[in-house]
């Protein structure tokens, strides 16, 4: 499978894409952590559990470390984020903010056409939607054509969730994917 980086044009020191046309899934995070964005590499903060939560959910046969982010290709998984600005912390963010970026988001994914996008958190795809309430887990809307998934996020200041709930979440994503032609 031919990698593809895509260095967003919208922030400096945006965190480049990791994707692939045909993917099985694309994760994605609502933006980038500064310290992700000065890395260049994904889930790159001291507390976040992505990778880990990602391995012990079943998805990779290693714990990938950020610095190799770009292997998750491989596995046939892509990341991306819906806004490219980073931020210390999400909440950053306003909603105006993530609804201009939700068009170009949408093209994004039915552009790449993974089968299953996987939401890492409620924020994004509630502002993207429109909508007061959407629950844990499948969504019955297509999201640019995929199927979409909301599951918590993994960022240490997530304290809501604690590793266990948060590899139950994404296990629950890789048995759909599993069985998913």
């Not at 980038?32 to 012990?56: I, M, Q, T, Y």
């Not at 714990?63 to 892509?78: A, K, S």
């Not at 999201?143 to 994404?170: K, M, Q």
Request: aromatic share 8%; hydrophobic share 40%.
């Amino acid at each position: 499978m031919s990698e593809t980086l895509v260095a967003s044009r919208d922030a400096p020191h945006s965190l480049p894409d990791l994707l692939a046309p045909g993917l099985s899934v694309v994760f994605c995070g609502i933006n980038p952590g500064v310290r992700a964005a000065s890395s260049g590499h994904h889930f790159d903060g001291r507390g976040n559990r992505f990778w880990r939560v990602l391995h012990l959910a079943g998805f990779t046969s290693e714990q990938i470390r950020p610095e190799n982010d770009r292997t998750i290709l491989r596995y046939g998984y892509g990341l991306t984020t819906v806004v490219a600005r980073p931020t210390a912390q999400a909440a950053e963010l306003s909603r105006e903010e993530i609804e201009l970026a939700g068009e170009t988001f949408r093209r994004k994914i039915e552009r790449y056409a993974p089968r299953h996008v996987v939401f890492l958190g409620k924020m994004a795809i509630l502002a993207m939607s429109g909508s007061r309430n959407i629950q844990w887990g499948p969504q019955a809307d297509l999201f640019g054509g995929a199927h979409a998934w909301v599951v918590p996020n993994p960022s240490g200041l997530n304290r809501a969730f604690d590793l266990a709930s948060l590899v139950t979440a994404y296990g629950e994503v890789r048995a759909a994917v599993a069985a998913t032609p």
